[in-house]
């Protein structure tokens, strides 16, 4: 066994749980990533066992003990896990992911009934299926003494014996407001009340070694060591997709007309802003698939396609709704303009385009409410591969990896050496930049994609939605 001491962060993420031990030096010293099963269903289920990951973590925690001390473990978490637990702590459901669609119905009745703006407003959270207060509302029937808790909350219940949550997982919840309290309001709605609810809590509490930790944003932002109102942002690319800033205030004027998020941080900390696309990896996922070819081949083919004079058709990728800015669960997929001499190279192009399209369209809508991005931080992921070189020539933003490891799981590990009062080398040094480069043709066809997207007719977004495209 080593004889300095180890920090531990790990980060549950909605396809993998992903760990990073740092010793001393501020050096990763493990590394760890396993995909938990996902549980799905024609309901629209995607579900995850919260046991599996309970061992899962404590796996992690064993095989770092028996190579050195644990002087503190931080956790990550993928916004909007939902997890219902009666009186003892026991989970009575499995964990529900963000992908989860079973509050489809909640959600609409909540729009009609005047609430979701009202509710978006004050707490930051769009009224969408991911968001658990709406999952909560779309149980049929609730057992007497239940209540919902996020996945992190629980685990750490199981480690420590304390309820105890932190300001941006709970924000994430669409329970808590704008400055950090449970909303009254709400959980009367719910049909619960404070007192059921974990104490919300700094991000560095401790209980016995085991910190609060944050949302994955949260974290990703502290361990690229993202200031409030600079003009750094944080790109996130994997299952979904996000592009965040942190700010030291937000008004709902600010995110609401542009269909950002803003979640609270906790005081000092500030707010996550950003925009939020349920479709990126897992069209990549899925189109390779459809295709034959792995997701590397559809991005090299795609963009060889796109970036030449070839009629392409137009691929509309919202297979998994989308959030910003719709916030629409029941938007759905297709190819437009399909002529009989397009072939695989063709529809590769359509995808790599489209979701170009959708981050390039987030990036300009959180710039019209915050001004000018600088720089995009990333993780050790997307700076590895032509995908990154191509987000930043569509872009038009370096990419900057400042950290060698997922930056969530890394945020939680510099989370945990920071309680424990070490002195790490600086944050935020950059070890990778990846420039803009040209490719008319294709920021040709991007800014067009986007101003056609966000120029979408509400008459249109319905036929999306009721899957009529003609």
């Known amino acids: 066994m080593a004889a300095n001491p180890w920090v531990l962060g790990i980060d549950i993420g909605s396809t993998h749980v992903k760990a990073v031990a740092l010793d001393r030096g501020g050096e990763p010293a493990y590394r760890w990533q396993k995909a938990p099963q996902l549980f799905t269903g024609t309901m629209g289920a995607f579900e995850q ?29 993928a916004m909007h896990t939902f997890v219902v637990v009666d009186e003892r702590g026991q989970a009575v459901t499995r964990s529900w992911t963000w992908m989860d669609r079973r509050g489809e119905a909640a959600a609409e009745a909540l729009r009609a009934q005047g609430k979701a703006g009202e509710w978006y407003a004050r707490t930051g959270c769009p009224v969408y299926p991911m968001s658990p207060a709406v999952k909560w509302l779309s149980l049929s ?34 329970m808590m407001d704008l400055t950090g309290r449970w909303d009254g309001e709400i959980l009367t709605t719910l049909g619960l009340d404070s007192e059921q609810m974990p104490a919300i809590a700094s991000s ?10 944050g949302s994955d944003g949260a974290m990703a932002h ?13 790109l996130s690319w994997g ?32 707010y996550l802003l950003g925009q939020a696309s349920s479709n990126a990896g897992n069209i990549l996922a899925w189109a390779s698939g459809l295709l034959g070819l792995v997701p590397g081949e559809i991005v090299r083919v795609g ?11 137009r691929f509309v990728p919202y297979l998994y709704g989308e959030r910003s800015p719709f916030w629409n669960e029941r938007l759905t997929g297709s190819f437009l303009g399909l002529r009989p001499e397009h072939g695989k ?33 990333v993780g050790e992921g997307t700076g590895r591969d032509r995908w990154g070189q191509l987000l ?20 939680a590990a510099m989370l945990a050496a920071d309680t424990c009062g070490w002195r790490l080398p600086p944050r935020g040094t950059v070890s990778t930049v990846i420039q803009p480069a040209g490719n008319p043709k294709l920021r040709e066809r991007v800014a067009r994609q986007v101003r056609d997207m966000d120029a979408m007719p509400a008459e249109w977004q319905e036929g999306v939605a009721d899957g009529q495209h003609s």
Not at 149 to 170: H, M, Q
């Open 141 to 174: 029937s609730r057992t007497p003494g239940t209540r919902p808790v996020s996945l992190k909350d629980w685990l750490i219940f199981r480690l420590t014996g304390r309820w105890v949550t932190d300001y941006s997982t709970a924000a994430a919840s669409g």
């Open 303 to 313: 963009e060889e396609m796109a970036s030449g004079p070839e009629n392409l058709p």
């Open 392 to 411: 930043a020539d569509m872009l038009e933003v370096p990419l900057e990896q400042s950290v060698p490891a997922d930056a969530s799981a890394w945020g």
């Open 239 to 270: 299952t979904s997709a996000a592009i965040r800033v942190t700010r030291s205030r937000v008004s709902a004027d600010e995110f609401v007309p542009h269909g950002s998020f803003a979640y609270f941080m906790g005081p000092s900390h500030g």
């Open 204 to 213: 560095d509490t401790a209980i016995n070694g085991y910190v609060a930790g």
């Open 222 to 234: 502290y361990g690229l060591g993202v200031r409030p109102d600079s003009a750094q942002g944080v």
């Open 345 to 377: 190279a063709h529809l590769a192009g359509a995808v790599v385009v489209a979701l170009l399209s959708l981050l390039k369209g987030a990036l300009n809508r959180l710039e019209a409410s915050v001004g000018r991005v600088d720089s995009l931080g």
């Open 49 to 77: 066992d919260p046991y599996e990951i309970e061992q899962m973590v404590k796996t992690v925690m064993a095989e770092c003990r028996q190579q050195a001390p644990l002087s503190a473990v931080a956790f990550s978490i």
